[in-house]
């Protein structure tokens, strides 16, 4: 009985799961949401140009669909405090995947808020070459955007006329999946061209980041759901990473219920094991004794 | 021939690697002109890279079909993918390819309600893996395995709103943990794996790496 | 370049500007009341600012250490000395120091106590009512006249006389001089070991767990008649992990062909295919076995992450491979792949430097090189000399970093900091 309990077979685990997450989809509980530092500083970091005239940020989605419940939150949320308080946003992708991200982010939210493209904001789309195209932004951003993604000349749009080069954004924000920020823009983007770089990264990530924050590198990070939901938090504007954390909370404390129980059914079938070695060691001195006094 | 597929590429190797190093250092202009023009060929270059995957993959896909190996019928939905994506790209709700992509069009729909949906789907298979992986292997058979059983605990429940509920300080210990031992941990392979790229990049720059090239001893 | 004004002159160019201000809100009264007076810098410079490509001037100034922490010093660019000048930068009193710039400034120059304000650039007023301002890029080689001065909340303070400076553009970045020199030696050292590894080619690799396990995995697959599996990792040609994974390929290659088992190369990007295609081959015929080479063994799974996932899980819930190794740079499917393979009962040995991953493969496989370990393999499984000789040449370096950390440290602690200095901007 204790080893079917030791080696429970794994469908009842996803069996476990699935019913969990379920559960807290389905009755949601409120849970407190206090926002971390690091994404505190994105926030201040979008807030501390507000004020600033022809404020430019420059954003880039390079995940794909997948990592999409992390990141895209982050995104529809710094692209909506950016047209809120006059800062000019700029999108573009370095994953061919995040333009149909990026464009669904500035469509949805540049409609609620009426903010006409070319003048508050625009999408540059996508461009291969990863490390070469940043380092032809950081010489010459026309010359590696002549165009928008709608075809429309970055030299005559309002929002990006006075941009000559990558260091001109005052703030970039890169929403990554994959290892472009520390391949590529903190190597370049930031030695370079130094900007002022803060990153969005799904939550395996996130160890990976920590060095760049503690050298200044990256001046904040959003990590994850739980990051995407704290950002909500702080635009004041719940949406699907908020509700996310009750499901991803459930999943926690189910693989920790499961950690736990194993380890018990563990530490139990290690007491048995060294129960009965005492025991047959005990036979077999026994049986010693008793052969060589016969 | 042996020029062109080993003397060459190597040449070119070494004058462009060296080229880049030195591109670093300089800060004049005319370094800045160069380091542009180099991106853009290197963009260029990638850019043929996706001719060259598309005909590996349609390739590969026919061979399956043409033999019937086992599971030809998936590459069958390859090639239906591959029309079905293409088509309504170049299609464009009928202003052709040669304009920016219509929104709400074909490609739209299937990138948002089939693309996306299919992905989601794949990494959200991670989510169960991770909970069997965790169950099966966080045993607390040495001193190694109960940190590590211990510091999955408290990362897990200090990046969730629960573990605010269940310490307030969770979140702090979870941050610190990051912070700290962590940082000292990923330093440390960090070091050691930089250093062998730059190993590895001085190798293929001086000629003396060539399995990039494809086989074939010094 | 000028040199600042005696406290007397102040007072009158304080007059001056608060005479001629048009907001009289918030100002000073000139007569009434004695004139409020805001500290100028003793010595003001404006210089080419260093290793740069001609855009960029820079002012510096000695600290006042008195000064009030809502003073700022502004700095203001003009094409002529007599104007119009516009706005080019503006430093709080706290700003810092330029020895405390080295990654700007190097570390060769005693900048003292001498704060900076660096001025690439000035916003030009928009050419229409409504417009946006217009940011201007200084050129190398033009001259400019900036205009310095101090302000705190309504008063300013200007310096009488007009800085004149023209950028000049740099040959070299002498703040990274300390780095320059950090290559040259690494680069030196990994060279002067490779030399060494081809006279001697027994250098000693230690013993890494997992690497002997290749050979009895290897094994294992032959007995039970089914393949092995080498899966490359998501990264492209240009990446270290993956040149490492091909040269870990070769002599694996080469085992499986000697023991007629099937192995099996997925690939996602076309180009480690076609390499891998060709180490295979080469791998058969190094040991008299080229029949044993299938091209469509080596295959082109797919070039996106989760197709390439769901493709090779497919596979190996079908084929169910006795062995499988996984070598390279790995994201997100790195668990899709170990959980499947542990469900099919193959024995996995992966190789990693994405440090994220790392904690999947451990949990999930029978054995895991982490990190540089997986360059390593390479050199240990192939015995190569050029392979031998840099990982000797990375330990040297290795070597190097932690004695300048150690050292470092100590000397930071005891408050000796020109270690520091020197390979800060590294």
Request: with cysteine; proline share 5%.
């Amino acid at each position: 009985m204790t080893d079917r309990l030791l080696n429970v077979d794994r469908r009842i685990v996803f069996l476990a799961i699935v019913v969990a997450v379920g559960a807290a989809m389905l009755w949601p509980v409120p849970l407190p949401i206090p926002p971390s530092p690091y994404v505190m500083d994105v926030y201040r970091a979008v807030d501390a140009i507000k004020s600033k005239p022809n404020a430019k940020v420059l954003l880039s989605f390079d995940f794909d669909p997948a990592s999409d419940p992390e990141l895209q939150p982050v995104a529809i949320n710094v692209i909506r405090q950016c047209m809120q308080n006059n800062i000019r946003v700029v999108g573009m992708a370095l994953w061919p995947e995040g333009v149909g991200l990026g464009r669904a982010a500035f469509d949805s939210v540049a409609h609620e808020l009426g903010k006409e493209r070319g003048k508050h904001w625009t999408f540059l789309g996508y461009k291969p070459g990863i490390v070469t195209l940043i380092l032809n932004m950081g010489e010459n951003f026309k010359s590696a955007w002549p165009i928008d993604y709608f075809g429309t000349s970055t030299a005559l749009m309002p929002v990006t006329q006075d941009i000559s080069r990558l260091g001109d954004f005052d703030f970039v924000l890169t929403l990554a999946a994959g290892n472009t920020i520390d391949a590529v823009w903190v190597t370049y983007a930031v030695d370079r061209y130094k900007i002022k770089l803060g990153g969005a990264v799904t939550a395996v990530m996130s160890p990976d980041m920590f060095p760049y924050l503690q050298s200044g590198q990256l001046v904040g990070l959003v990590s994850g759901l739980a990051g995407a939901a704290e950002y909500e938090k702080l635009e004041k504007s719940p949406g699907s990473a908020t509700r996310g954390m009750v499901p991803q909370s459930a999943a926690h404390v189910v693989i920790i219920l499961f950690i736990g129980f194993g380890n018990i059914m563990y530490l139990i079938s290690r007491r048995r094991e060294r129960a009965g070695e005492l025991s047959r060691l005990r036979k077999r001195d026994a049986v010693a004794k008793g052969g060589a006094g016969g | 021939m042996l020029f062109l597929k080993r003397t060459l590429p190597l040449i070119i190797a070494f004058v462009f690697g060296i080229t880049a190093i030195a591109l670093y250092y300089i800060p004049h202009q005319k370094a800045a002109n160069l380091t542009e023009t180099f991106a853009m060929w290197d963009r260029l270059i990638a850019a043929f890279a996706y001719f060259l995957a598309l005909y590996s993959l349609i390739s590969l896909h026919a061979r399956r079909i043409r033999r019937q190996q086992a599971g030809w019928g998936y590459s069958l939905f390859v090639y239906f993918g591959i029309v079905a994506m293409v088509a309504a790209g170049f299609y464009n709700r009928g202003h052709w390819a040669l304009v920016g992509l219509e929104s709400d069009g074909a490609y739209d729909w299937l990138f948002t309600y089939v693309y996306i949906p299919a992905e989601a789907s794949m990494f959200a298979l991670l989510a169960f893996f991770i909970a069997s992986a965790a169950y099966r292997t966080f045993r607390a058979r040495t001193t190694e395995a109960v940190i590590l059983l211990v510091a999955a605990a408290i990362v897990m429940l200090g990046r969730v709103p629960v573990g605010v509920l269940i310490w307030s300080r969770m979140p702090e210990l979870q941050e610190w943990l990051m912070s700290v031992p962590n940082m000292a941990a990923k330093r440390g392979i960090l070091l050691g794996v930089y250093l062998g790229a730059v190993a590895t990049a001085l190798r293929v720059i001086f000629g003396i790496e060539r399995s990039y090239l494809g086989g074939g001893e010094d | 370049m000028t040199e600042g004004r005696t406290r007397a002159a102040l007072g009158l160019a304080l007059a001056a500007c608060l005479v001629t201000s048009a907001d009289a809100q918030g100002t000073t009264e000139v007569a009434s009341s004695p004139a409020v007076s805001l500290p100028l810098p003793e010595e003001v410079r404006l210089e080419d600012l260093p290793n740069d490509n001609g855009t960029g001037l820079v002012l510096f100034w000695s600290r006042d250490p008195q000064a009030p922490p809502s003073m700022v010093y502004r700095a203001e660019v003009g094409l002529a000395p007599e104007g119009p000048f516009y706005p080019a930068g503006v430093v709080p009193a706290s700003a810092p120091l330029a020895s405390e710039a080295p990654k700007v400034f190097g570390i060769w120059r005693n900048y003292g106590d001498r704060q900076y304000l660096i001025v690439t650039s000035y916003m030009v007023p928009p050419d229409t009512v409504g417009g946006a301002p217009r940011t201007v890029m200084l050129e190398p080689g033009k001259r400019y006249y900036v205009r310095f001065s101090v302000a705190d909340g309504g008063v300013q303070a200007t310096l009488a006389n007009v800085l004149v400076g023209e950028p000049k553009q740099n040959l070299f970045n002498w703040s990274k001089l300390n780095n320059l020199a950090f290559g040259v030696f690494f680069g030196a050292v990994i060279l002067f070991f490779i030399w060494l590894a081809r006279r001697n080619p027994n250098l000693y690799i230690r013993k890494i767990a997992g690497l002997d396990a290749v050979e009895e995995s290897l094994g294992r697959a032959t007995e039970m008649g089914k393949p092995v599996y080498f899966i490359h990792g998501l990264d492209g040609m240009s990446s270290v992990s993956t040149i490492a994974s091909v040269n870990i390929l070769r002599p694996i290659a080469r085992r499986t062909a000697q023991y007629d088992t099937e192995l099996k190369v997925m690939n996602m990007d076309p180009i480690v295919q076609a390499v891998s295609q060709e180490v295979v081959r080469e791998g058969c015929i190094d040991v008299g076995r080229p029949d044993a080479y299938n091209e469509e063994d080596v295959m082109f799974v797919a070039d996106r992450q989760f197709s390439y996932a769901a493709a090779v899980d497919g596979l190996m819930v079908r084929e169910t491979p006795a062995t499988v190794i996984l070598m390279g740079y790995f994201y997100a499917e790195s668990l899709l792949f170990t959980e499947t393979g542990n469900q099919i009962g193959a024995i996995q040995i992966a190789g990693t430097d994405a440090y994220t991953q790392l904690p999947f493969f451990i949990t999930t496989c029978d054995y895991t090189l982490m990190g540089e370990e997986l360059y390593a393999a390479s050199a240990y499984l192939s015995r190569e000399p050029k392979l031998l000789g840099s990982l000797r040449g990375q330990d040297v370096g290795k070597l190097l970093i932690l004695g300048v950390l150690t050292i470092g440290t100590v000397l930071e602690l005891i408050g000796v900091h020109w270690l520091s200095r020197l390979v800060m901007p590294l």
